[in-house]
């Protein structure tokens, strides 16, 4: 019998896309650097911003600044650091009704919902305003716990959290980070949400059951319990 679902969150829950673009953009221009040098240390930096080692978003931007030998100018760091909250505030605004649906009807099933998310504070700034914190029984953000998929730890993390074994969870996500690989690894039943996701991106991925939309979730747990 399932007793949890965690759910991944970006292109999972919420998106960053709307008709093949992003929904919003912002520039760091003003930081001086040239895009390809910024993207460059800005992906280098991948796990230490997902793992807490960062502060914040202005702690990253002033240690690539650093590191290209540029001066820090407090003023265009913080100005890059709202724009970014609000660019990554977009998604939550507007959350999908069959998502809503879905998750309303699993909880009125008594099934515990969890989230776990590789994210940066300033990535989730946003969460507690929008419809689905008052949803989830537990949510996990990989910099609060300095843990990040596909780590074994950040699973075994949520489950404390929500009182269940990995083998009674599912997990579901868009395959970002590895995560259904490392949700597998500990005993969870790992299925690919591709809701969000383009085929030509979807079909590259294989491995895992996958979900074309949020109500077949429904349709499996249905079909668990029969």
Known sequence: MIQAIFFDLYETLITEWEDGKKR??????TLGLDRHTYKKEWTARRDKRMDGSYLDHRMVLKEILKAAGRLIDETIIEDIHQKRIQAKSIPFQKIDEEILITLQILKQRKIKLGLISNCAP????SWNNCLLADIFDDVVFSYEVKQRKPQPDIYYTACG???VAPNECIFIGDGGSNELQGASDVGMK???ATWYQPPFISEKMT???KLESPTQILQLIASMES
């Open 24 to 29: 919003t953009s912002y520039s760091v221009d």
């Open 122 to 125: 300033e990535e989730v700034y």
């Open 161 to 163: 959290h929500l009182k």
């Open 190 to 192: 790992a299925y690919h």
């Open 207 to 209: 491995g895992f059951p």
